[in-house]
């Protein structure tokens, strides 16, 4: 956060709530509350004022994938709030690698690779090596961030192809019409 920040000046929020019954809605009958900034009620923090105004602010999200000549797949995430970045390390997110290809029908369908050694996790990124699954049949790799069953990023990074989108022969010219 940055540290220029100065307390806002909005009239919001209750403290002092009692209910009667399992209401919802503080102003009916059965509650009482006070509104904040009213005669002899507390004036929230600065902190506490800090933490309403953000809670709506979301993270910025930046997912990219990386792909080496030896098949390492590195899938970075990137999240950004207030000038803070997230560990993600510290965060229990996990990781699907996987590449894209044609069925027999020309559809595109997706596959997770399942690696025998589980990807490794830094700071800001996600590494796997990928080489077993190198094969002329995928078009593309993707990568997939999760927090539990919630997908916060994705990337897919495509191979290079000539405009057809197929696959060049050897000793053709990607370059021709």
Do not use: H
């Amino acid at each position: 956060p940055s540290k220029n920040m100065t307390p806002l000046e909005l009239d919001y929020g209750w403290i002092n709530v009692q209910c009667d019954e399992d209401d919802t809605l503080i102003t009916s009958k059965s509650c009482s509350a006070d509104r904040y900034n009213t005669a002899n009620t507390a004036v929230c923090s600065s902190d506490e004022q800090l933490a309403v105004k953000c809670f709506d602010k979301k993270w910025a999200l930046e997912t990219t994938l990386s792909i080496n000549n030896n098949g390492k797949m590195t899938c970075a995430v990137k999240m950004v709030k207030d000038d803070e970045v997230l560990n993600i390390k510290k965060r229990g997110f996990s990781v699907v690698f996987g590449g894209s290809f044609l069925d027999d029908l020309n559809e595109e369908r997706q596959k997770a690779f399942d690696f025998e050694v589980k990807p490794k996790v830094t700071k800001k990124s996600f590494k796997a090596k990928a080489s077993d699954f190198m094969d002329d049949m995928y078009f593309g790799y993707w990568c997939e961030v999760s927090s539990g069953e919630t997908k916060i990023g994705y990337a897919f990074k495509a191979k290079a192809f000539d405009r057809d989108c197929t696959k060049p022969e050897d000793g053709e010219d990607n370059n021709s019409n």
